[in-house]
């Protein structure tokens, strides 16, 4: 379905589902940034002191898949409400921020290379 939705039919979503619920109050940027903090973490757990072969058993495993997408639709969540709540374009954002990183990155420099910008 990711092909079919796009990222205002999803805020609209989140927006629908926080307001009948009276969240507003509970949803401003310092505690929805912490819970974009909060819910990667618990992303991160899964994969914590996991080998390269215990993640890929992990994505075969229909739980362990379906837990792990769990999470990462909650960090989802969370950035979506404070792009929602105060009005950002999030495409526009993530498109200016591929450009500056195209930039940054440059292929002939960075190519098979692992290291920060400021390091090339």
Known sequence: MDNK????????KVKKFCEERDWDQFHNPKDLAIGIITESSELL????FKSEEEIEKMFNSKEKRESISEELVDVLY?????????????????????EKNYKKYPIDKIKESNKKYTEI
Do not use: G, P, S, W
Request: hydrophobic share 35%.
């Open 78 to 98: 969370f950035i979506l409400r404070l792009a929602q709540k105060y009005n950002m374009d999030l495409t526009t954002e993530f498109n200016k921020k591929l």
């Open 5 to 12: 939705t796009n990222l205002q039919e999803l805020k609209e």
């Open 45 to 48: 757990e899964h994969f914590r």
